[in-house]
């Protein structure tokens, strides 16, 4: 029986809560395992109110963002959740930590990559983990690199809703329900104590892409009913039997 | 039990065979009905050939391509091919044309429809069809219009492959193995024989789509050995339940 | 005194609510006369609710359609409402209608428009309505129509937030604050009985939007705490004093 | 002996004059006939000076404006200026006038062509123009178009200078140099007196791509010193046999 | 009193005076301070002249280009320039550097910032440097850099106009009436010894886009006479209370 | 007599040779002397076959690409072939390595310059190799770089053909008829042992190409009879005597 899986690239710690919890905890029902890499923390540029707080140490941020991620995780029921630790404001890897990373793909072999947009003049770090997902997985498909390791094939890259989506270029060609597993996202959104102002926000977004499901899926003659969906803009061209 | 159709939309009277041949005779295969509509007979514009030879007229070009576009529907085992006979080179509708389509559209009640790129500086009848397709399935979806009649749904509109691509902005979002009706749509391309000048470009081009098949489906780690595939350009959203 | 205006098109009786309901009660608060032409009722093609409900007439829902749009305006205080009554689904319009929309341009001399997106694959009225927009203003601004009447300026045409902006290619470049005048929005939602659908849809969207105002006014370092806002898309450059 | 040829298309009387008078002149002056249509005399939207004098008429204001065309066509050296008078802001065409076009086009059978940019927000009858220059070359290459006349091939469409380029959408491929002309088409501007206020806007900018043909020939290691060019941008691609 | 700044990031040491000398002695005029700095002297590949005179050196025409750039400021009247000779074709920053631009956005807590375009294929040292401009203010807003110092709200990001702005994909937003400072900026860009093509063609440049002032302020029917602008894309949506 | 000279950056050691070897046997016949600089030898990730045969070194597979293509720039009678080595997936060069490919530059003195699309997500390595291409072009031409040495003019630079082009963004703006080199090229692609999946897609390729050609430079109406043809993107303007 085949087993499917699949990868999350999150540039901060909470990025994945909020960008694609809803396609983590789904595919984790449907059998999958889903495997999260956060890159860094968040620890220096979105962990305002941990600063704010005053009287804090870097270690301790860290310490904070990694288990209020953890927690997410769990809700979510993801498989694995790994951190890289490589500092944010600005994220940057060197080739040793790609490396990494091309080992954690090859071991996953994931069915299908998740990701920031491609572009984000507003952080930087979101871009450059995309280039860094692009990178990586382009490696990953080397059969010169650690020869004798399983190749990666080509799996699709999902690149998840940003913040300000027009602002960033992004353009969402799916649409998935995530009504079935909406109560965990939301457990896990409430995870993210240091960001209580996106809870909302979150949420009303995930009603709204799920208008367009329903519109997408048919509208008044016959959409599906979805109550929360997320977007996503798959970055290569998929390969069917049937249209 | 379901019964699924689709509707073509084809400026000239041999447009989807190049185009969207493959698609058509594979859906039908699999049990869908396929539903052509050429808005023109391509007389003008499309039969140098026939006008070449002399002494000839109108209705004797239109007679001609009709036979051709029928015999390549027959070849693809089509369900229907309906000419509306518009004329071409320019082509142009008014309401009431629009209006016939829409009955069609509301007839074949279509799972998804195909038409051409949405710009084309080369063929100014080719943009103007997917103006028409996507003006006359938002009429389709009125509730007003013919109130009583069953009212469209949300089905996509895959925009099939331009001639040079690049010039249109076209760009493929699936890729459909089309290699157990590949025979279909060669026979089909050779029921223009006012046009052999394009078998073999439209055969290459076969082969070449199905090199992208294989590599967007895993390449040398795996991809499908998809012989021959077509490509198309899927204008909204898809709505999933899994990635 | 310099007497300000406004003037919004609005393809079908409803759209100025959702899109620009805020913009229209925020000015009409700062002094502003804002005018909205209504170039059709969507008696066809967005009164679903009333052609499900059987038993009526293109006259009847009209009237209906009417009804709740003058409500919305009154709700919003909107200076003036015109009703062009040319259809929908699809709108269509001939040189004398377009210059009765030329007469009122003048008439009301406005120092901004607003309209529809310019792209629109789900409602081509929706960018027909643009298109005239351009064009009427591009008339409107003619020393030789109709000579002696004072001719218009070069206000700018700001485009309203369209549905799925992602896939109409619309980019906010301006988010105003509309906070103070939440109240008459929602209220003016509420007006419109046969879309009960939209209402959170809208309510969640003026939110987010002012998540997003919030942000670019400084973020958590000082942005300003707006609770709803709306976004446009300013088409021309705009001329200042002081960056 | 080749006869080579070029066909202009101008929406409005004067802006031949401005966005490729040098074109007409240089490719005069190497022995190419050109033949320019202006489609309408701008006499109500791009006579504002005459308009503002007051006492005139429609019959007058045109006179003038095809006056000063005719002018500034003999300064140029034009071989031919075609007036189809019909009307402006907006200028549209019926299928006969298109049709009158396509005889003019076959007539002139030009090796290449011009017209104004693709898009233009302020000025619709000139994204108009390139419209039916696109759809008006279309019909000319139909071998059943008037059965028996000579068809045309595939001349490239350049698209000259819009003002305010950036707003246009509009990027310049090919730089020509106009310097030994550049007399003439000054002359030519001076020509359109109604419009005194470019003079200077149009030297400034004819003085500018000359620096940027200087930068793209070589820069300061050996760039040609033009003093004077014009940018246009090729819509299709051209066939080389060296690069 | 509030206290107004503005920062200029200018990859070379001449490139804020053709660019944005306008805007900085206007805002300086309007009673801001304006904070340039240069990351390079351009000493490399911006001093020709230098260089072709021969007998000179690296340090030499430093000291040259330094010369010429404060004075131009001095010119300008601005408020302060400071040289971080990073080194020029290529420009290069290590993450030390990035610090220390960040240490002067959070000094200055800029209202707003100026840069170049995003895109440029004939300089990569512009480009680069407004990717350094977005990710410095990025670090700025990090409430973990540095925690205790006032961190950076959310400035516009203003990108200055290029060479060859379609080449570029710039798109002007904002049109700067300069005229009040006219003298200035061109009494600084005759600082520039180096660059007497230049002189020419950056006063044409004005002249040209006060053309485009006039015509978006009104036209004909009342546009401000502006005798000399500047065009600015701006980054990010503003914020406003009225349209 | 002028000598010609051009200047091919190919980031694996087969790339020149599918994507403009055509262009390369063409203009080494014309008398131009073409220079290739592999930045790699591809002998990580564009090796596949050799890996999969097991029981080799990297040093081998190296060994064994730059047979091939030398044997490839052989039979195209490319005048030199220079490998960098700097290894691939990824390829990353140094400052002192960009000084080499300088050094390259301002030898050979290229009239034109060749490389890869400038997006690629499939493989960043070709990107990066067009980055490199535009920055190591501006560094050679900046006077203060080794001064004394002749500085480079502006070359062109063509971007050649990406493998699945709409997804690139690539859009060919130049189509050369390779007609009378074809069989070096085909000569030089049966050199590349490793990738024999690749000879059919490249020679149906060119022969489609040569149908762009034909249509481009006249169609049924007079086009020319190219058989085969390659497709290049030009980066900058032209400039141009004659359109």
Known sequence: M??????????HAADFVWRCGGAIALHQARGYEVTIICLSYGERGESAKL???????????KKA??????NAA??????????????????ELDRESKYKIVDIIRKVHPDFMLSH??????????????????????????WGHNPGERVLGAPQ??????????QMGWVPNVLLDITEVWDK???AIECMEGQVHLWNYYTNLAENRANHFRRNSGGQAGGRPAKYAEGFQAVFPRCVDEL
């Open 2 to 11: 085949k087993h499917y899986t699949a990868l999350v690239f999150s540039a």
């Open 51 to 61: 600063w704010k707080q005053g009287n804090t140490t870097l270690a301790k941020v």
């Open 65 to 70: 963002r990694r288990e209020e991620a953890e």
């Open 74 to 91: 769990e809700e979510l029921g993801a498989h694995d959740i790994i951190f890289l630790d490589q500092g944010d404001y600005p994220l």
């Open 117 to 142: 947009s491609r572009f984000d003049p507003y952080n930087t770090d979101h871009m450059y983990t995309t280039e860094i997902a692009l990178e990586t997985r382009m490696i990953a498909q080397a």
């Open 157 to 166: 890259l999902y690149l998840f809703e940003p913040h300000q989506t027009e």
């Open 185 to 187: 996202k939301r457990k």
